[in-house]
């Protein structure tokens, strides 16, 4: 299996031999030369992981090379072999942006030199899936502004969102907690009517019984202690827009009895006051209880399900949909790069393994928060590695490894095509690379694609 690509640049021809066939021992792809300016040219045309230079040649010193080379190039790394007489030049290259230098004569048998070349073009690939990602996430986006997704689940969630959306009618969303119900409510409130008008969001667990009502519909000036002005309720502020009550199995049941009334007569009374109030406003409401359940149960007013549940939506929980996970990875990462004002580069293929290996009882919402703390822990210009997850993570990959020998038949099924959905995702499709990041034989990987019945062309980007 190909380690990697590296151009070899050279004015003795010698060296550029014995560094070809050195190094294709080893597993890499090499191209030489002995012209820096040749070298640029083939470098805007091919891809490369790796730039082993010469610090010393003529028409052009290794240092003018990789200037040259950064000016449309910031990925494939650069090591500057050098004399000891110049070392003071390679230390000025990677104020520019080298990798790092080796001095010369080159001993490849000491293992420090291969431990340089493999970290150098380790960090060009780590960039250029990061920089795929980015890609992705950009051209993955939907249309709908707030919903990151590459899952056929959601996908078919969000045209349900453009059909609806339009409409008045009252829609229920189902999820459990943070899988992003508020986010789904907010897409349909963008995409409606109502868009310029208020959207307010309210946590009916959050709400205390006693002002339940007074916050919802508002109150008169003296109709409870405390109350020593009029004030207008969530529902009349949001006069003309959007309303989500999020958790609304949460509501006492007498509190229900005035919601519905509220939803056929399309007005409210504010508490201590008889005069009714009309009010324009589109219902959203979200949980994640059983309310059929509560229904048989007695706690939950059946009319008022009947009333809410116009149009019903579930969310999907991210365990069942793990290839949104490197999209929502790096969306987090912009999210809190410019919230801290930091510059983490992206995130290194060990740690998304260990994230889309999770479980995420929290769902996206703790993925954000494993995120931001991993931003805050990781170095300005470097990238979240496994030493900056939340401990549990990395606890759970250990307890509950994902090699399919340990788990059952039917589950490993569901988990392989998650997952060779994300490595598939990752590479764009290609196979190869796909290969190298499961850590697996290319034929393996071909076998498994077929077993699954994976067609990896579905994730090329078409040109």
Same mark, same amino acid.
């Given at each position: 299996?190909?380690?990697?690509?590296?151009?070899?640049?050279?004015?003795?021809?010698?060296?550029?031999?014995?560094?070809?066939?050195?190094?294709?021992?080893?597993?890499?792809?090499?191209?030489?030369?002995?012209?820096?300016?040749?070298?640029?040219?083939?470098?805007?045309?091919?891809?490369?992981?790796?730039?082993?230079?010469?610090?010393?040649?003529?028409?052009?010193?290794?240092?003018?090379?990789?200037?040259?080379?950064?000016?449309?190039?910031?990925?494939?790394?650069?090591?500057?072999? =050098?004399?000891?007489?110049?070392?003071?030049?390679?230390?000025?290259?990677?104020?520019?942006?080298?990798?790092?230098?080796? =001095?010369?004569?080159?001993?490849?048998?000491?293992?420090?030199?291969?431990?340089?070349?493999?970290?150098?073009?380790?960090?060009?690939?780590?960039?250029?899936?990061?920089?795929?990602?980015?890609?992705?996430?950009?051209?993955?986006?939907?249309?709908?502004?707030?919903?990151?997704?590459?899952?056929?689940?959601?996908?078919?969630?969000?045209?349900?969102?453009?059909?609806? /959306?339009?409409?008045?009618?009252?829609?229920?969303?189902?999820?459990?907690?943070?899988?992003?119900?508020?986010?789904?409510?907010?897409?349909?409130?963008?995409?409606?009517?109502?868009?310029?008008?208020?959207?307010?969001?309210?946590?009916?667990?959050? *709400?205390?019984?006693?002002?339940?009502?007074?916050?919802?519909?508002?109150?008169?000036?003296?109709?409870?202690?405390?109350?020593?002005?009029?004030?207008?309720?969530?529902?009349?502020? /949001?006069?003309?827009?959007?309303?989500?009550?999020?958790?609304?199995?949460?509501? &006492?049941?007498?509190?229900?009895?005035?919601?519905?009334?509220?939803?056929?007569?399309?007005?409210?009374?504010?508490?201590?006051?008889?005069? &009714?109030?009309?009010?324009?406003?589109?219902?959203? =409401?979200?949980?994640?209880?059983?309310?059929?359940?509560?229904?048989?149960?007695?706690?939950?007013?059946?009319?008022?399900?009947?009333?809410?549940?116009?149009?019903?939506?579930?969310?999907?929980?991210?365990?069942?949909?793990?290839?949104?996970?490197?999209?929502?990875?790096?969306?987090?990462?912009?999210?809190?790069?410019?919230?801290?004002?930091?510059?983490?580069?992206?995130?290194?293929?060990?740690?998304?393994?260990?994230?889309?290996?999770?479980?995420?009882?929290?769902?996206?919402?703790?993925?954000?928060?494993?995120?931001?703390?991993?931003?805050?822990? /990781?170095?300005?210009?470097?990238?979240?590695?496994?030493?900056?997850?939340? &401990?549990?993570?990395?606890?759970?990959?250990?307890?509950?490894?994902?090699?399919?020998?340990?788990?059952?038949?039917?589950?490993?099924?569901?988990?392989?095509?998650?997952?060779?959905?994300?490595? *598939?995702?990752?590479?764009?499709?290609?196979?190869?690379? /796909?290969?190298?990041?499961?850590?697996?034989?290319?034929?393996?990987?071909?076998?498994?694609?077929?077993?699954?019945?994976?067609? &990896?062309?579905?994730?090329?980007?078409?040109?």
């Amino acid at each position: 299996m190909e380690k990697g690509r590296i151009i070899i640049v050279d004015d003795e021809e010698d060296i550029l031999q014995s560094f070809q066939v050195i190094l294709e021992e080893e597993g890499y792809s090499v191209r030489t030369t002995s012209d820096a300016r040749e070298a640029l040219d083939i470098l805007k045309k091919e891809d490369f992981d790796l730039v082993l230079s010469d610090m010393r040649m003529p028409g052009m010193t290794g240092e003018e090379f990789l200037i040259e080379l950064r000016k449309f190039n910031k990925i494939t790394s650069f090591i500057v072999m =050098t004399a000891y007489g110049t070392i003071e030049n390679a230390v000025r290259c990677m104020k520019e942006g080298a990798f790092h230098y080796i =001095t010369k004569p080159v001993n490849f048998n000491d293992p420090t030199v291969w431990k340089l070349i493999e970290e150098a073009v380790e960090k060009a690939k780590i960039l250029k899936e990061n920089i795929k990602l980015k890609t992705e996430l950009n051209t993955m986006k939907s249309d709908i502004k707030f919903i990151i997704t590459n899952n056929s689940a959601m996908s078919n969630v969000i045209e349900f969102i453009k059909k609806v /959306a339009p409409f008045d009618n009252t829609v229920l969303i189902y999820g459990e907690s943070g899988v992003g119900k508020e986010l789904v409510a907010r897409a349909i409130h963008q995409l409606s009517q109502r868009k310029d008008r208020p959207f307010i969001a309210v946590n009916c667990a959050n *709400l205390s019984r006693e002002l339940m009502e007074a916050e919802l519909f508002g109150y008169k000036k003296g109709a409870f202690t405390g109350a020593t002005q009029d004030r207008k309720g969530i529902l009349e502020k /949001a006069n003309g827009g959007t309303v989500f009550l999020d958790e609304i199995g949460e509501i &006492p049941f007498d509190m229900q009895a005035k919601l519905l009334r509220f939803l056929e007569e399309k007005e409210i009374r504010r508490v201590g006051d008889d005069k &009714p109030v009309k009010v324009d406003v589109r219902v959203i =409401t979200a949980t994640n209880r059983d309310l059929k359940k509560m229904i048989e149960e007695g706690s939950f007013r059946d009319d008022l399900y009947y009333r809410i549940a116009g149009f019903k939506i579930e969310i999907p929980p991210l365990r069942e949909r793990k290839d949104d996970i490197p999209l929502l990875v790096n969306h987090f990462i912009e999210k809190y790069n410019q919230k801290y004002q930091k510059n983490i580069r992206g995130i290194k293929p060990e740690a998304l393994r260990l994230l889309v290996a999770y479980s995420w009882p929290g769902n996206v919402r703790q993925l954000e928060s494993v995120i931001s703390k991993a931003i805050i822990l /990781a170095d300005d210009g470097e990238f979240i590695d496994e030493t900056h997850l939340d &401990p549990e993570i990395k606890l759970s990959a250990e307890k509950f490894p994902f090699e399919y020998s340990k788990a059952k038949k039917s589950y490993m099924e569901k988990f392989m095509k998650t997952y060779l959905g994300v490595i *598939l995702s990752i590479t764009g499709g290609n196979i190869s690379q /796909a290969a190298k990041l499961a850590k697996i034989e290319r034929q393996s990987l071909q076998k498994l694609l077929k077993k699954h019945n994976i067609d &990896p062309s579905k994730y090329r980007k078409q040109a």
